[in-house]
């Protein structure tokens, strides 16, 4: 990469977490289908569960957007929105069940490049989550999916979601950075845009079936992001580490 | 240990830094010692600049802590310290060297234990500081001393300083725990004390020359205590790590 004034080499690498690093579509489906078989189930589609999971994420983070509600951790709002999505798939599960398969989002299997990628870019550049994702979860999926950040900011010390910039802004403040000292990693042009916004540099990576085989969305980068990367390996390739 | 209802296993290990995990007193002389080389600065007893940089800690934090000023870092209160030891010393330096110095507590060594300790005790526990480090200082000072956290607590989290108990009780929330489910280590019993009042267990580990060949205070754990070690490597030994 160039390493002009306009693109200083960054100090920090911030990650979108869910679909950036981990695929939470494969890792839902299979927990909720191997919970779903206990009750003897039949004949569900749990990626289609996983799905329909997931579809409700944006409308609930955006009631704490818009100051609807408090802020909430991700487990009380995955919590209530499994609740519909049982309903939607006319399927009724145990309370408890249905707190344990809330858990299943600290359980994420990681991309098969994200932990090399991880072990290459922690030598060179320190690197954090700026996800929605609380402490808690992040803290557990990094110990399952065998990631090592050097800290976990994002969502929970902002007490906001993204998009909204003071998760970037706190987060890079946090790190004792400039904006421009960071860079931003995801699979979603939404989000880097959103960090660009706040001052960031940025860098995307494909992950072409986060949302399944029939993906349409973030195929490719927006115009105006600074790298574009097939895989976290060939982003720690282009950033040298 | 018991792991009986009054004692159950943690699941997180919370640290002090500053003299438990890294060796304050012996890195902060080193690295002014060699700034005051390059100034010809002569004959100054640099243990004795860092004892008197560390003994304006507690009541600059006090300051915080009393309500009399908002919350700011340690790089903050560190600075405004320096200029107040360099004072007492006779000596000069340039803003820029005296900014550069105040980032030495982002440079301290571990103590010989602490890393190897490190490795074992995070294979079982979730381990983090509760520190009045920040979040930037802490990520710095684990790089350089080697140290891999699963997130970073403590004050800037909470916004206060212990022995606050904010401190301790926003910390063991982030991760989604009861107090009793986590265990403060530290070589302060002040610092575990206060750690017990909020409900969490105790861990003590001996630092006899934290504070230099003479130090009286702090060398053997108080009676309340739940555990105590010769030091960190000894404590993986005792929780089975």
Same mark, same amino acid.
């Given at each position: 990469m160039s390493s002009g004034p306009h693109h200083p080499t960054p100090r920090a690498l911030l990650f979108d977490v869910f679909?950036?690093? !981990?695929?939470w579509r494969t890792s839902i489906a299979r927990q909720a289908g191997e919970l779903g078989r206990r009750y003897g189930f039949?004949?569900?589609d749990w990626h289609a569960f996983a799905d329909a999971w997931r579809a409700r994420y944006q409308p609930q983070m955006e009631t704490v957007r818009s100051g609807m509600r408090e802020w909430a951790t991700l487990d009380v709002l995955h919590r209530e929105s499994l609740e519909d999505v049982l309903t939607e798939f006319g399927l009724r599960l145990r309370p408890d069940d249905c707190d344990r398969l809330t858990l299943a989002w600290h359980r994420l299997d990681p991309w098969p490049d994200t932990v090399g990628a991880f072990v290459r870019l922690r030598r060179r550049f320190i690197i954090a989550p700026v996800s929605n994702g609380h402490i808690a979860l992040q803290v557990n999926l990094a110990r399952h999916a065998g990631l090592t950040w050097d800290a976990i900011l994002g969502a929970e010390i902002a007490r906001a979601y993204k998009p909204d910039p003071h998760v970037y802004l706190r987060s890079v403040a946090a790190l004792g950075?400039? *904006?421009?000292?960071a860079m931003m990693v995801a699979a979603h042009n939404g989000d880097l845009a959103a960090a660009a916004r706040c001052g960031m540099q940025t860098a995307f990576v494909a992950? *072409? !079936?986060?949302?399944? *085989?029939h993906q349409s969305t973030d195929l490719l980068a927006n115009e105006g992001v600074d790298l574009a990367a097939a895989d976290l390996m060939a982003l720690a390739e282009l950033l040298g580490a």
């Open positions: 679909g950036t690093c !981990v695929d039949d004949g569900v950075l400039a *904006p421009r000292e992950r *072409p !079936v986060e949302y399944g *085989p």
